[in-house]
């Protein structure tokens, strides 16, 4: 019933930016909150930072300075603008959100991942 589609990930160089997007499709009334986690090699997945409908955003103490979080409700649609890249921001990004359907069903949706690989 809901789909969410990431984009935007790929290889950049340390130093360098990326825009990830994220869409929510589907039989959607409203999205409440959305958020960005990533998930390293043999690492567990980390949330990066979640952001209500009205805009509030809360990020992991380690990620404020250089992530920031947005959306377009408009859009259904969620970003992360990461700069200052580092290797060690090589993962794969996942968004996630919670959906309510038009049938007030409530959906705890995650994307397919997009591949982000910093480059030294």
């Known amino acids: 019933q809901v789909q969410l589609v990431e984009s935007g990930g790929g290889l950049v160089q340390a130093g360098g930016s990326l825009r990830l997007s994220c869409a929510a499709s589907g039989n959607i009334l409203e999205i409440n909150l959305m958020g960005w986690y990533r998930q390293a090699p043999g690492k567990q997945r980390e949330l990066i930072a979640t952001?209500?409908?009205?805009?509030?955003?809360n990020y992991a103490d380690s990620k404020k300075d250089r992530f920031t979080i947005s959306r377009d409700n408009a859009k259904n649609t969620v970003y992360l603008q990461m700069d200052t890249l580092k290797p060690e921001d090589t993962a794969v990004y996942y968004c996630n959100a919670e959906v309510v359907t038009k049938t007030f069903e409530v959906f705890d949706s995650w994307g397919q991942g997009t591949q982000v690989t910093v480059s030294s």
């Open positions: 952001i209500t409908h009205s805009g509030t955003a």
